[in-house]
Every structure is written in C-alpha cells, then in structure tokens.
C-alpha cells in the first residue's frame, strides 16, 4: 500500500515577536511532518516556543515565515483567513480548563457552540449531539446545565476535550492537557484520548513537558529547545538511543519511582544552568552554553539537523 | 532517636458558608532530628493545610480543633506570640511553591535576605555583618555574582534564581527544622533537579530536619528518608522511602504508584473511580472507602488506625490487620 498523504507538513517555520527589549525568536525555524492517525509528542521546558508551534497550527498567531500545510492546503495564516473546513478539522485542547471555559456558560452551551458554527447536525437534534458528547467523556447527563466553576479541574478537561471533538475534527493539538492535573485524573484522561483516537482515527499534536508520559503514548518524540527541534525520532528509538546532549540532560533530570527507570536515566550528564533569555539567544549552537559535550565549533556555527538509522534525527556537532 | 517535631492527633477545619470542613483527620508525624521527612498526596488532600497548622497560618475560618504540635517538646499551639517569634523564622522556616508570590516585588533581594537575617538573629546584629551574611548566603545557593542580585529586584529574576533566593532566605537563620511546601513544582524539570540536588545538599550539610511536601511522588522519592502518603486529611501509610517504594501495601498508595507514567513504559493505570471526597459530606469510616477497590462492609463503620505491619512501616487499612 502506498504510503498515506501526510496530514500536516511544517516546513522552516518561524515566528518572531517584537518587543521593546528586541526580538524575540519564539520559533526559528522548524520543519517536521506528521502521518494520520499518530501522536507527536512536542516537549520542551517553558520558553522553547513549543506553545507558539501549537498557537501557528491552530491559527492563533500567524507564522513570521514558512509554510503549514494541512492535508495538502497551505494554512500558514490566521484562522480568520482559513476555511471553516479547515477551521473545524483542526481543534485544540488547552492547558488550564479553568481559563479556556467560559465561566459565565453552562457546559450545555460551551458545547452548543462549536455545534452551531460548524452547522453539525440538524438544529433540532443538537441537544442530543451534547448529551451524547457528555457520555462521550464520561460525565453525567445533568452537567450540561452546570457551570465550568461547578466541576473539578478534571471533569473540567473532560469538557474541554468534549469541546474539541464536537466539530468531528481529524486533528488535535493538546497543549499540556493533563500538567495542571493529579496523577490518577492524568491516568484517566490519557486513556480516554487513547481510546478517542483509536475509534476516530485523530492525529494528535501532544505538547508536553513530561517524557515518562511520552514514553507511553507518543509514537515519535521531539525535543525543542530556544526555538528549535534539536531531535526527533521515532517513540522506542528515542527512549532507547537518546542522542542529544540536551536530551539527556532531561531525561537525567526526571525525578522517576522506580529502579528500573533510575537504570535508564542517563548518568554522564548532570542538569546545569537555566534556558538562555531568547531575546539573547546565544551564537552558534543555542545550547553550547550548557553543554557537558560542548566543542570550539559549537560557539560559532549553529548545527544543521542531520538524518541518521533509525528516522532519527538529531542537531549536533557531535553526529556530524 | 529525638523528635524534633511531633504533629499529635491533629485536626483542623475550616469555616465556611455551608458548614465546617474537617479537613485533617488526626493527624499523626514525628519528625527526627536530622532526618527529611516526605509528605506526599493529591491536590486536596491537606498537605498544606498540615503546614499552615503547623506554623499558625492557617487562612481566616481555619482552625485547628484539637491535636498538639510539639517542637522541642513544647506546644506550639499553647505558645504565646513571643515564643512564637523566637521560633519561627529562626528555629522553624519554610520555603513555599510559588517564589514569584513569596518574595514581596518591590523590595530588593538584598532588603528582603538583610530583614530575615536580622530578625531571625539570636544577637543584635549590625547592617554591614547581615550584609556579609546575605552574601555568604546567596553564594552558599550558587548564585553568580550574588552582591549584584543583593540589589536586584525579584522580577529581574528567573523562576529557578528567585527559588534560589528563598532558599538562602530559609537557610539563612540556620533553622533546625525546613518545612518545604512544593518547592520545585512551579520550576522546569532541569531546573528541578539543580534545585533539589541544591537542597538535598544543603540540609544535610547542616543536619537540617526537613518536612518536605509534594504532590509527586518521584520528587519524595529523590529527597525524603521516610514518606508519608496522605489522603483526604488522614495519612494511610508511613516508612522508610526505600520500604514504601518497594512494598506499598495500602490500595491507595498502590493505586497512586500505578498511575504514574513510567519511564520504562507502562504505568498510567487508572484504578480509582472519583475524586477526593468532599469534606462537607465526608463518608463514614475509612475515608477513601468510597474509591476503594477492596472495600469491606467493615471499612464504611469505623476509621482504621495506622498500625506497624513491617517494621517501620504503617498503615491504616483493615486489610493488612
């Protein structure tokens, strides 16, 4: 079988943002692709501009340079210039329910919405297209008159996800869906988006911090850091063969339960210094600064992403 | 061993519109001298409320309905507001979650450190000694270039430094006991590690005891010698880190191990229906009965007790009597 179209390609995209202190290169230049039907997990500490991926695909920033392209359409503007189409197959998911809900709307009517823009299903039989939404995410019947205010942080994302897949979309950007919740309400709703997915087919864009989670539900991983991807590979290689330095000063730096993960954490590396502010991102190799592996070459020429065995990809000196 | 710090029998509530919340449950801690002592729960189940009955913050409507905290051997709930004054700060002080919110914005770093290290002094001390010391302090948590930051505002600060700083504000007055409520849950996870490899240093350094209070249970297991599992105000298990992680015994715990992601795989099981119950309508018996997956008829009629099953190691569960 031919291999399927993919369902968005990222070529070279950035965006910068000005402010007073000079400009900011939230994201220089990131390309990858992503198949039907898989999860990437995006992860990266706060400031790598992995948020800002996410707000270009869903048309809340419009990308400084670059192309988005979604099913073989080029969406690389703002949701107000995009197709309704294009607007209801693509839906995001946000990290605080408590400020993506609007506290002032039952439930019924933060569902309704999506219903009636996208003209889903005939107007008389709405109200059940939210009942069966709130089955859907496993909540009660009589939530749909309740307030946002009224539920827990997690049966407010469960509301959130509702939401997301009202519009029947093919493609879900999650942005930190379960870093503002405990550990056994996560447990629930990574299964329920597992399930989502396997039943409708969905792509999900995961954005994440945590890659004890990714170990579990991505089927490729990749790392940004200041704005780029410095490694990308396939889920079981990733984990196994952890390449760039930065990499494995993450994984280092997981606090894990357990001796066997304590085993695979990598043990050279030792987490030191802080993300670099990216109004000042530093020459050559934005990382070099932190570096235990660091070389003369890395502090004047930015590496260039090379592809090695494996799918993986990886943007070092080191492999060069 | 001597106990520095002896939480007995505590219970605290809170006051609100509908009623009384009675978040702790009897509360039972003993905190040695020197050791690190973990605290660890889900959002809601009163890990900070333990501490701010502990150290007498407790909001408006909160209040602590019977138990003795005893530090030293003496009460801290009987305490007069002098010996309150001599003790926190200098012998008990604490570093919260949010540094952003703990270090007030428009005084310098260096105003802040100079103000708790005079107060906390045992001595009168002069403004040039506490400068000294400030110094001393900010290098001691590997602050570059610490008499510049002396004059720095919080904001011109990062996350990770401003965390720096209350460490060295906490520190400064060489307590006996640290009580750490989240210290490292607002900071990236490499930031994390320095912070807590900092800490872990630092206390054991000074022979510090430390109550450690965390929501992650990879975080306790990296800094706590003993853990505490708590769970909607009553703790149901306590031992050693290495016993607790190994043999986890009540379904709570066990059930909590078995939702975290793991890094070798698997993980991520949910066992547990529910949520924390509401302290206005608590259930009768043992508290996380309702969410239990091996109930008894016996468990929803009276509260189990912790008691020792290994040595060292409580729990408060019926199914280990």
Redesign the interface.
Same mark, same amino acid.
């Given at each position: 079988m031919d291999k399927l179209q993919p369902i968005l390609q990222i070529a070279n995209l950035k965006k910068y943002f000005r402010t007073t202190q000079g400009t900011v290169k939230a994201v220089d230049g990131i390309s990858f692709t992503m198949e039907q039907g898989e999860t990437l997990g995006l992860v990266g500490e706060s400031g790598s501009g992995k948020s800002t991926v996410a707000y270009m695909i869903a048309g809340i920033y419009a990308p400084t340079s670059g192309q988005i392209i979604f099913q073989g359409r080029d969406i690389s503007v703002l949701a107000l210039k995009r197709s309704l189409d294009v607007k209801r197959s693509i839906q995001i998911v946000f990290q605080d329910p408590g400020t993506s809900l609007n506290p002032r709307r039952t439930i019924e009517q933060i569902l309704m919405l999506p219903l009636n823009v996208h003209r889903i299903g005939p107007p008389r039989e709405r109200q059940d297209l939210v009942r069966n939404l709130l089955q859907k995410v496993q909540l009660l019947i009589d939530y749909a008159y309740k307030a946002p205010g009224m539920l827990g942080g997690g049966e407010r994302q469960m509301v959130a996800i509702a939401r997301a897949l009202a519009t029947q979309p093919q493609f879900v950007i999650l942005d930190e869906p379960t870093s503002a919740l405990d550990v056994i309400i996560q447990a629930k709703i990574i299964k329920m988006l597992m399930n989502f997915q396997r039943e409708l087919g969905l792509s999900y864009l995961f954005i994440t911090h945590d890659l004890s989670l990714m170990r579990n539900i991505a089927t490729r991983v990749a790392i940004m850091y200041l704005g780029k991807i410095c490694e990308l590979a396939p889920a079981l290689e990733f984990f196994q063969k952890p390449l760039h330095p930065y990499t494995q000063m993450l994984l280092s730096s997981i606090p894990v339960v357990s001796r066997e993960e304590e085993a695979l954490k990598p043990k050279k590396i030792q987490p030191r210094g802080e993300i670099p502010s990216p109004v000042n991102v530093p020459p050559g190799c934005s990382f070099h600064q932190r570096c235990p592996e660091v070389m003369e070459v890395c502090k004047r020429v930015d590496p260039q992403m090379i592809e090695l065995p494996g799918e993986h990809f990886v943007r070092c000196h080191l492999f060069h | 061993m001597e106990i520095l710090l002896e939480v007995r029998d505590l219970f605290t509530s809170y006051g609100i519109y509908e009623g009384r919340l009675k978040v702790l449950d009897g509360v039972n801690l003993a905190v040695p001298l020197g050791e690190k002592i973990g605290l660890v729960g889900?959002?809601g189940c009163g890990k900070t409320t333990t501490m701010k009955s502990i150290l007498r913050i407790l909001p408006p409507g909160g209040r602590v309905d019977s138990g003795q905290i005893l530090f030293k051997g003496r009460d801290l709930l009987k305490a007069s507001g002098g010996e309150i004054q001599g003790i926190y700060g200098s012998g008990i002080s604490m570093i919260f979650q949010d540094p952003t919110a703990a270090l007030d914005p428009v005084f310098t770093v260096g105003d802040q450190l100079v103000a708790v290290i005079r107060y906390g002094s045992r001595v009168p001390m002069s403004l040039r000694e506490a400068r000294e010391r400030a110094v001393a302090a900010l290098k001691e948590v590997q602050m570059p270039d610490p008499k510049r930051i002396l004059s720095n505002y919080p904001v011109q600060l990062?996350g990770?430094?401003r965390q720096r700083v209350c460490i060295a504000m906490a520190l400064a007055t060489e307590p006996e006991l640290l009580i750490a409520d989240e210290p490292t849950t607002s900071l990236?996870?490499?930031?994390? /590690?320095?912070i @807590?490899r900092l800490l872990y240093f630092l206390v054991g350094r000074r022979n510090t005891s430390v109550i450690f209070i965390t929501?992650?249970?990879?975080?306790v297991?990296?800094m706590a010698d003993k853990v505490n599992v708590m769970y909607a105000g009553t703790i149901v298990e306590c031992g050693s880190t290495e016993e607790i992680?190994s043999h986890p015994l009540h379904p709570y715990t066990i059930?909590? @191990? /078995? /939702?975290?992601?793991?890094?070798?795989?698997?993980?991520?099981?949910?066992r547990?229906p529910g949520?924390i119950p509401d302290y206005l309508n608590l259930p009768v018996g043992c508290r996380f009965q309702p969410r239990c997956v091996k109930a008894q008829l016996r468990c929803s009629l009276e509260k189990p007790k912790l008691t020792e099953v290994r040595p060292g190691h409580y729990v408060a569960c019926f199914l280990e009597d």
């Open positions: - | 889900e959002t990062s990770g430094m990236d996870v490499t930031i994390q /590690a320095q @807590l929501h992650s249970l990879g975080v297991r990296e992680f059930d909590l @191990l /078995a /939702a975290m992601p793991r890094l070798s795989g698997g993980g991520l099981e949910e547990v949520r």
